[in-house]
């Protein structure tokens, strides 16, 4: 073998990337297209939409992965670093929908997990697809329907096409027996344990983790996540702890409130300095085209290259 497997995943991610620098980023031309969303729903669209915009940090990081700049977005999006300054309309949970109208859009793009209760509003204001990213594989088929409503069928079929032989290549290597994984998003207080269905889960899954929350049913707001007895998890005493933590404000991330506790504190993966605080952004706001730098900085969690708490 020329590289390690690290070797080839940065030798991969480095080429994906000259690739996309070179990729043709105009937009197709040609006749009205009907888009089937994924609330099954068939949109037509008469012709290519100039003022687009995207209603999650997901959805806008796509947009301008495929050369489409919209004219507005939902507040706090920081990447890329010019999407901090569009105007605003609302965040993804609570839009506002006197702000998004005042933009004139003549394209949104939604998000089935975000607004799926509001299609007759959003549709009063222009033609919306919806779209739904729960786990890596859902990015490149969500590239290329953006790409399609957008008119930006070449890029964002180029973009897709490289990310599924970026994770054909993880699946051909996956090792076969990686480390043991806890998932927690929220707080210790509220948590949800995050299985492999879901977004950070299947990329640990990719790289061969088994994720100790695998086997229990769905349990809270949105799928791919359970709830698990403090007694399950001493019992499994994962090698590994995910935690992304959101709260309030000022609210103390996860691993340092599991350093003061007794019962936490136990557990191997505190012991041994491994429970990272990873960045909700990149491993659960923004599924999407940075999927690969995020996987990138995942296995050097797993196999001993990352720092503990952060």
């Known amino acids: 073998m020329l590289f390690s497997p690290r070797q080839f995943l940065l030798v991969l991610l480095t080429v994906i990337f000259l690739l996309g620098l070179g990729a043709p980023w105009a937009a197709a031309q040609g006749e009205a297209r009907t888009i089937t969303d994924v609330l099954g729903r068939e949109v037509t669209l008469e012709s290519p939409p100039q003022r687009v915009v995207g209603m999650s940090a997901s959805i806008t990081e796509i947009l301008y992965a495929i050369g489409v700049t919209p004219v507005g977005a939902t507040e706090g999006i920081d990447y890329p670093p010019e999407a901090a300054s569009l105007p605003t309309f609302g965040t993804g949970y609570q839009p506002d929908l006197e702000a998004l109208a005042a933009l004139e859009p003549d394209l949104i793009i939604a998000s089935a997990q975000l607004q799926q209760d509001i299609v007759d509003q959003l549709e009063a204001i222009a033609p919306t697809i919806y779209v739904l990213i729960l786990t890596v594989a859902d990015v490149p088929p969500t590239v290329r329907m953006i790409g399609q409503a957008a008119w930006h069928d070449t890029t964002a079929e180029y973009l897709a096409e ?149």
């Open 162 to 310: 490289s990310e599924e032989s970026f994770l054909n290549y993880l699946e051909m290597t996956k090792p076969s027996e990686g480390p043991s994984v806890l998932i927690i998003v929220g707080l210790l207080q509220l948590p949800n344990y995050g299985k492999s269905t879901s977004y950070l889960g299947h990329m640990a899954s990719l790289l061969g983790a088994t994720n100790i929350a695998d086997g229990e049913e769905d349990s809270g707001p949105f799928p791919g996540y359970a709830q698990l007895s403090v007694e399950s998890i001493l019992e499994a005493d994962p090698d590994i702890i995910l935690t992304i933590t959101k709260g309030p404000p000022g609210v103390a991330p996860m691993p340092e409130v599991m350093a003061v506790d007794p019962v936490w504190s136990s557990l191997s993966a505190m012991q041994n300095g491994r429970v990272y605080e990873v960045d909700s952004r990149l491993f659960l706001e923004s599924p999407g085209p940075r999927f690969g730098e995020a996987i990138q900085e995942l296995y050097g969690i797993l196999y001993g290259q990352g720092e503990a708490g952060e």
